[in-house]
């Protein structure tokens, strides 16, 4: 019997490619709803431009696809690979992804992660400096600036002429990578007067603000001393006696940036945007931030993250012959879609799934299969980690240096980034200074009605 009979695919929409690939572009995540409802917790669909894939949803599936050996599903042919460069590990596979994973996981994990918690809360304060009192204003310009100047002292070591520099050229770079993910095509380089010959003047400017900030780096006599991510890597290069490879070094940057920036300022945003619509959500973190504990906030935080996921979905791609998954067999070159929003949305692990119930989180861990907001298996975001102590500290600064205000205004929807889905009013709040007479551990109360 040949290898094509023994190939087996779900059933799934039957729309000619150009269609589903208008729909993946458009409306992707109502489309994959609908898909769901209508095939079940996997189908088939092609997509123009993407190839054939089947959408997978709820844990079990998702088990049986994070815990495929690395030379069964690969993830590292993906735009946003292509776009970061080889460098990335978002474009490495097998043992390449393993080694570049074992290098730069220490530093998001354990005590040198908490070393990072003053900065955090240092930087958190100084955008907050100037925040209006008793005045609607989104959010999430704010949430932006801050995880910006985070990742650049945290990871970059930026100070300076550096940090200025980069603060400048992130955000017209990463406008530059969200078009070229959508439309890899369109942004190619045409010239330098053309959208993508404009995005790789950027990028050529980013590498060498980068070279000469490792060079600082390297002419440093306390090099060993430092904690920024940068200095770890080098002195790791140092001590395993490799040559720095500046190109490479960048795009590993680059990636931390592009994880953690505006993924961490949305999902912070989304923060704000459901518990001001939550009035006695919001009275119970407001009094626990004006204490020591933090187990209802982290609750809040687990809960924004599973109801309001930024990533919406991830993937593998079928590298061996066949992969079976559910009694299907899937030939080759098939995408495997991880749809992260429909798996945290299911009601069999999460009962009253579309109610904010931060509860379901207190005392209890999330499940690693049916709670995906940052992917799972070998290819799990690094940064979760860093991303949840981050959205603490912001979320406990925030409460302990102002009253936030309920509102009884609808939900915001949501709007599609390039990478991340944020609200679509930028999470819109107003805020008031404690009193400093206020030592009391309930929130005084702010017309809603304002906002």
């Given at each position: 019997?040949?290898?094509?009979?023994?190939?087996?695919?779900?059933?799934?929409?039957r729309?000619?490619?150009?269609?589903?690939?208008?729909?993946?572009?458009?409306?992707?995540?109502r489309?994959?709803?609908?898909?769901h409802?209508?095939?079940g917790?996997?189908?088939?669909?092609?997509i123009?431009?993407?190839?054939?894939?089947?959408?997978?949803?709820?844990?079990?599936?998702?088990?049986?696809?994070?815990t495929?050996?690395?030379n069964?599903?690969?993830a590292?042919?993906?735009?946003?690979?292509?776009?970061?460069?080889e460098?990335s590990?978002?474009?490495?596979?097998?043992?390449?992804?393993?080694?570049?994973?074992?290098?730069?996981?220490?530093?998001?994990?354990g005590?040198?992660?908490?070393?990072?918690?003053?900065?955090?809360?240092?930087?958190?304060?100084?955008?907050?400096?100037?925040?209006?009192?008793?005045?609607?204003?989104?959010?999430?310009?704010?949430?932006?600036?801050v995880t910006?100047?985070?990742?650049?002292?945290?990871?970059?070591?930026?100070?300076?002429?550096?940090?200025?520099?980069?603060?400048?050229?992130?955000?017209p770079?990463?406008?530059?990578?969200?078009?070229?993910?959508?439309?890899?095509?369109?942004?190619?380089?045409?010239g330098?007067h053309?959208?993508?010959?404009?995005?790789?003047?950027?990028?050529?400017?980013?590498?060498?603000i980068?070279?000469?900030?490792?060079?600082?780096?390297?002419?440093?006599?306390?090099?060993?001393?430092?904690i920024?991510?940068?200095?770890l890597?080098?002195?790791?290069?140092?001590?395993?006696?490799?040559?720095?490879?500046?190109?490479?070094?960048?795009?590993?940057?680059?990636?931390?940036?592009v994880?953690?920036h505006?993924?961490?300022?949305s999902?912070?945003?989304?923060?704000?945007?459901?518990?001001?619509?939550?009035?006695?959500?919001?009275?119970?973190?407001?009094?626990?931030?004006?204490?020591?504990?933090?187990?209802?906030?982290?609750?809040v935080?687990?809960?924004?993250l599973?109801?309001?996921?930024?990533i919406?979905?991830?993937?593998?791609?079928?590298?061996?012959?066949?992969?079976?998954?559910?009694?299907?067999?899937?030939?080759?070159?098939?995408?495997?879609?991880?749809?992260?929003?429909?798996?945290n949305?299911?009601?069999?692990?999460h009962?009253?799934?579309?109610?904010?119930?931060?509860?379901?989180?207190?005392?209890?861990?999330?499940?690693?299969?049916s709670?995906?907001?940052?992917?799972?298996?070998?290819?799990?975001?690094l940064?979760?980690?860093?991303?949840?102590?981050?959205?603490?500290?912001?979320?406990r600064?925030l409460?302990?240096?102002?009253?936030?205000?309920a509102?009884?205004?609808l939900?915001e929807?949501?709007?599609?980034?390039?990478l991340?889905?944020?609200?679509?009013k930028?999470?819109?709040?107003?805020v008031?200074?404690?009193?400093?007479?206020?030592?009391?551990n309930t929130?005084?109360?702010?017309?809603?009605?304002a906002?």
């Amino acid at each position: 019997m040949s290898a094509a009979a023994d190939i087996s695919l779900p059933p799934g929409p039957r729309n000619p490619k150009r269609v589903n690939a208008a729909l993946f572009l458009a409306a992707r995540n109502r489309a994959f709803h609908r898909w769901h409802q209508q095939y079940g917790d996997i189908f088939f669909v092609d997509i123009a431009g993407f190839g054939p894939a089947v959408s997978i949803r709820g844990a079990e599936l998702h088990r049986k696809v994070f815990t495929a050996k690395g030379n069964i599903l690969h993830a590292g042919d993906n735009a946003l690979g292509r776009t970061l460069g080889e460098g990335s590990i978002f474009s490495m596979d097998e043992e390449e992804h393993l080694a570049e994973r074992r290098k730069l996981l220490p530093p998001f994990h354990g005590e040198r992660m908490r070393s990072y918690e003053n900065l955090v809360e240092f930087e958190a304060n100084r955008e907050m400096d100037s925040w209006p009192s008793n005045e609607p204003f989104p959010t999430i310009k704010s949430f932006n600036r801050v995880t910006l100047r985070i990742i650049l002292r945290a990871v970059f070591g930026a100070e300076g002429r550096e940090l200025s520099h980069l603060e400048e050229i992130i955000p017209p770079i990463t406008r530059y990578g969200q078009m070229r993910v959508a439309s890899e095509r369109l942004m190619r380089d045409y010239g330098r007067h053309s959208p993508g010959g404009r995005g790789e003047a950027l990028m050529a400017r980013f590498h060498e603000i980068i070279r000469n900030l490792i060079d600082k780096h390297l002419s440093d006599p306390d090099l060993e001393e430092r904690i920024d991510i940068l200095a770890l890597m080098l002195n790791t290069d140092l001590k395993e006696g490799r040559a720095v490879d500046y190109q490479a070094t960048g795009e590993e940057l680059m990636t931390i940036l592009v994880a953690g920036h505006e993924t961490t300022a949305s999902s912070l945003a989304w923060t704000i945007e459901r518990v001001t619509r939550h009035p006695e959500i919001l009275d119970r973190l407001t009094a626990e931030a004006r204490t020591d504990e933090s187990e209802y906030r982290l609750a809040v935080i687990n809960e924004v993250l599973r109801i309001r996921p930024v990533i919406g979905m991830t993937g593998r791609s079928v590298f061996a012959e066949n992969f079976e998954l559910d009694g299907w067999k899937l030939p080759a070159g098939t995408r495997v879609i991880c749809n992260i929003r429909e798996t945290n949305m299911d009601p069999n692990a999460h009962p009253e799934a579309d109610h904010f119930n931060p509860d379901r989180y207190l005392g209890k861990k999330p499940d690693t299969y049916s709670w995906i907001p940052f992917g799972g298996g070998m290819r799990r975001c690094l940064g979760a980690a860093f991303a949840q102590m981050e959205m603490d500290i912001v979320l406990r600064t925030l409460l302990r240096r102002f009253d936030l205000a309920a509102t009884n205004r609808l939900a915001e929807g949501e709007k599609f980034k390039g990478l991340a889905y944020a609200p679509s009013k930028g999470a819109v709040a107003m805020v008031r200074p404690r009193q400093e007479a206020d030592t009391g551990n309930t929130r005084t109360p702010v017309q809603a009605a304002a906002i």
